[in-house]
């Protein structure tokens, strides 16, 4: 990560961020979702800084029980700021059964993308109650290879951190002074325990390497980088219109 100024980048988010809300929705709130991870933390604590800690509203969402959720309120606690803790088992529940029973069938790729979109369409429910705009917390080397769901996490109305690799956002939540639990937290998938690391193939410390300078060692590692990002590249990438012109 040579060359990084943690301070300067996380000033200039600030100012984005502050220049945004001028010209896209002055006065409104930031509403984020708060996983009590890197992203979230880093996403939340960013938007503090830049718009004071009244405007910024986290919302908590587990789905039934959430085993790392002291997580999400320590971080909620530490930001001082208003937030809302909404269950989204039972809405989760209640999609995969009412299509189980229209299809017959719900795929395994469907049972891992429905509570992040689940997640999604709640908080913009929020947002648009409390006078807000949804914070997206992505960050580059997840999008990189895909490690998002489309419609759910990767969705928002402005991206903090979406330029940013793993270890940047790591180096700019130090630079906030945030819990190093927080910051340092391994992602788990919340599905079969497994961290995000053994879900992927190889380490985020490889990637954004592999991001920032092309260089990748392993050459077999490198293929499946690049493998992920061409499959993945259409989640970045505004919807196909057909050009009809009349």
């Not at 997206?136 to 109305?157: F, H, K, P, Q």
Request: net charge negative; glycine share 8%; hydrophobic share 35%.
């Amino acid at each position: 990560m040579s060359g990084f100024d943690a301070g300067k980048v996380k000033n200039d988010i600030v100012n984005w961020i502050r220049e945004f809300f001028e010209a896209n929705g002055k006065g409104c709130n930031a509403v984020i979702g708060i996983s009590g991870g890197k992203d979230s933390s880093v996403a939340a604590a960013l938007c503090v800084e830049a718009l004071g800690k009244e405007r910024v509203i986290g919302v908590l969402m587990p789905r039934g029980v959430q085993h790392d959720i002291e997580c999400s309120k320590q971080l909620v606690e530490f930001l001082g700021i208003d937030n809302y803790t909404i269950n989204v088992g039972d809405a989760c529940d209640a999609v995969e059964k009412c299509v189980e029973e229209a299809l017959g069938d719900f795929s395994e790729t469907s049972k891992v993308n429905l509570p992040p979109r689940v997640r999604m369409a709640t908080l913009y429910a929020v947002s648009q109650s409390k006078n807000g705009r949804v914070v997206n917390t992505c960050n580059l080397s997840e999008d990189w290879v895909g490690y998002s769901t489309r419609y759910g996490d990767a969705a928002g109305d402005f991206s903090p951190l979406s330029k940013l690799t793993v270890e940047e956002v790591k180096a700019i939540g130090h630079e906030l002074g945030l819990p190093e639990n927080l910051v340092e937290k391994t992602p788990i998938d919340g599905l079969c325990d497994k961290t995000d690391e053994d879900n992927l193939g190889f380490t985020y410390a490889v990637l954004d390497k592999y991001i920032r300078t092309g260089i990748c060692e392993d050459e077999e590692i490198k293929k499946l980088i690049d493998r992920k990002h061409e499959l993945n590249k259409f989640k970045l990438e505004l919807m196909p219109c057909f050009p009809y012109e009349p």
